[in-house]
């Protein structure tokens, strides 16, 4: 994957998108990781609670989001979350609390060294696998990440090489996130909730499933997964890629909520907003077409020209 003609003919999000999907780095130990096994060893323990808890229930709630969704608290807990991953079950986090307090650790989480000697946001894993799990997989993941580093940069430069050249000095830092917005443990979150979520189903050790992934996992086996799981087969050096990508983001039921959240998307017409939309990056090059869009509104074409 190259971000050079990505750079020059995309927008400022998309373009996000890309260094995102580009800047790969090996990652230092972090100085605060949580133990691997120690960690899968809870999780284990909170989905067995979240088993006898469910069958408790007269409504049997999905053991699955009872265990993703306690993790999810702070950031994680938000109204844009409880919209889109679900509300947490109140009645689930008191019987864990008596139960077993310790996990409580779960909650909260950052980073934790996979047996590679990665590093990975262990607590946006489990929150993204939440809504990958109720099948919006590109909110929790890379598209809301995206979303929060276009509000960042907005207004920040001229065009989507300017953006990207802008992103590169704190982007996919070896970090815990104290730094980097976009930490390469938030990264690789991103990416593996995509391909774990995808396979889970109401039946899934959730440990056991994340314990197979990491046992032999590769960079490139990462990324060529979750590629394949989120724009088909497709060649991440054609221009049409990008249009893939772009289109994906849009279409996502997720993302237009988020969008609009956050006063970027526009009821007329159900779209994005002009300002957030494609701009040409040079004369008499096509216009990415935005699902619902005939294309730039006559200011942009006027500006453009």
């Not at 400022?12 to 800047?23: E, H, N, T």
């Not at 996979?114 to 990975?120: Q, R």
């Not at 998307?265 to 935005?290: E, L, M, S």
Request: aromatic share 10%.
């Amino acid at each position: 994957m190259t971000t050079n003609s990505i750079a020059n003919r995309m927008p400022r999000l998309l373009a996000m998108l890309f260094v995102l999907l580009g800047l790969f780095c090996a990652a230092a130990l972090p100085a605060h990781a949580e133990d691997y096994d120690t960690v899968l060893d809870r999780l284990s323990r909170l989905q067995a609670l979240a088993r006898e808890y469910s069958a408790s229930q007269a409504d049997t709630p999905d053991p699955i989001e009872l265990t993703l969704a306690y993790t999810r608290t702070g950031e994680y807990n938000s109204t844009i979350w409880q919209l889109t991953a679900g509300v947490r079950d109140a009645g689930f986090e008191s019987c864990v609390n008596s139960s077993d307090p310790e996990l409580a650790s779960l909650q909260n989480m950052n980073t934790v060294v996979l047996p590679n000697g990665e590093s990975i946001d262990f607590g946006h894993l489990l929150a993204s696998m939440n809504l990958v799990y109720n099948g919006i997989p590109i909110t929790g993941s890379w598209g809301g990440d995206c979303e929060e580093l276009a509000r960042q940069y907005y207004g920040q430069a001229g065009d989507a090489a300017g953006y990207a050249e802008a992103m590169r000095a704190s982007f996919n830092m070896d970090d815990d996130g104290t730094l980097s917005r976009f930490s390469n443990g938030d990264l690789r979150a991103d990416l593996d909730s995509v391909v774990v979520g995808s396979k889970v189903t109401k039946d899934t050790d959730l440990a056991e499933a994340l314990r197979s992934y990491y046992a032999n996992l590769t960079e490139y086996d990462r990324v060529k997964e979750f590629i394949s799981l989120s724009f088909g087969t497709v060649d991440t050096s054609s221009k049409a890629f990008a249009d893939a990508v772009y289109s994906a983001l849009l279409e996502d039921s997720g993302m237009q909520l988020l969008f609009y959240m956050n006063g970027m998307w526009t009821v007329k017409g159900w779209q994005i907003k002009d300002d957030y939309a494609p701009r040409r990056a040079r004369r008499n090059r096509p216009v990415c077409r935005v699902p619902g869009r005939r294309g730039q509104s006559r200011e942009d074409q006027e500006r453009d020209e």
